[in-house]
């Protein structure tokens, strides 16, 4: 019996590990590669102005799945965006990779 734990054990582990991420599938399959030279396009026709950021997922630096803010700079890869912090009003500027932003609204 205890053997057969054992087996258990270490086959769920074998699992966990195993497992690929969402990042990882999406890498595989290349879903961020074909958006991101449109979206860039995209946010630097709309350099200057307000706007609201939508990720797929909770992003570190910003800690939700929305930025909301003014687009200060646009590159291949990240974007520079102006926000303030509801809490003290403070201008903070903050800055995205492109291939975690899922849509951009106005």
């Given at each position: 019996?205890?053997?057969?734990?054992?087996?258990?054990?270490?086959?769920?582990?074998?699992?966990?590990?195993?497992?690929?991420?969402?990042?990882?599938?999406?890498?595989?399959?290349?879903?961020?590669?074909?958006?991101?030279?449109?979206?860039?396009a995209?946010?630097?026709?709309?350099?200057?102005?307000?706007?609201?950021?939508?990720?797929?997922?909770?992003?570190?630096?910003?800690?939700?799945?929305?930025?909301?803010?003014?687009?200060?700079?646009?590159?291949?890869?990240?974007?520079?965006?102006?926000?303030?912090?509801?809490k003290?009003?403070?201008?903070?500027?903050?800055?995205?990779?492109?291939?975690?932003?899922?849509?951009?609204?106005?």
């Amino acid at each position: 019996m205890e053997v057969m734990v054992y087996v258990i054990f270490a086959l769920l582990i074998y699992l966990i590990v195993a497992m690929p991420s969402k990042k990882y599938l999406r890498r595989l399959v290349g879903a961020e590669g074909d958006r991101t030279p449109n979206l860039a396009a995209l946010l630097r026709s709309r350099l200057g102005q307000g706007c609201t950021l939508v990720f797929d997922d909770v992003v570190a630096g910003v800690g939700s799945t929305r930025l909301v803010g003014t687009l200060i700079d646009v590159d291949d890869e990240w974007a520079c965006v102006e926000c303030v912090d509801e809490k003290t009003g403070a201008v903070q500027l903050k800055a995205v990779r492109l291939g975690l932003i899922r849509s951009l609204e106005e």
